[in-house]
């Protein structure tokens, strides 16, 4: 059995980067979700939506760039193994890792986007009425 096509590598890779959107979705939707109230104040007080977004996403991608940072670092110290397993494979392609590193920060900062910027399109009286608090 030969080494995988570019399709099925391109298939498994974009099934991976949907799942890694679809968890960072998910995580900063529980997120806005817990933060319900304190955004229902802010939207009172007229915060623009810059003020509502930024927070969100910019600990989403800090997050995310501890585990891209992290990622990278042990790629290089195991750089070894990828080669003799994958053909094909190095764990020394700068370029590469540069860009997956960057498309799984562009995937975090869109996945955690949506959540927030749903959230400035809330009612704010509702919203506070519906607090448990």
């Known amino acids: 059995m030969g080494p995988p096509t570019k399709p099925v590598r391109f298939t498994f890779g974009l099934a991976a980067l949907l799942l890694s959107g679809l968890g960072v979705y998910a995580v900063a939707n529980r997120v806005v979700v817990g933060r319900s109230y304190e955004i229902a104040v802010r939207l009172a007080v007229a915060a623009s939506t810059n003020q509502l977004v930024r927070p969100v996403v910019g600990r989403t991608l800090a997050a ?50 949506v959540p927030a910027w749903r959230a400035t399109k809330t009612n704010a009286a509702t919203a506070l009425r519906d607090i448990d608090r």
């Not at 992290?70 to 370029?95: E, F, K, N, Q």
């Open 64 to 113: 995310a760039m501890s585990g891209v940072t992290l990622g990278c670092i042990v790629a290089a110290a195991s750089s070894s193994v990828p080669a003799s397993m994958l053909y094909g494979a190095s764990g020394r392609d700068v370029g590469g890792l540069v860009r997956v590193g960057v498309t799984a920060l562009l995937v975090a900062a869109l996945s955690a986007s």
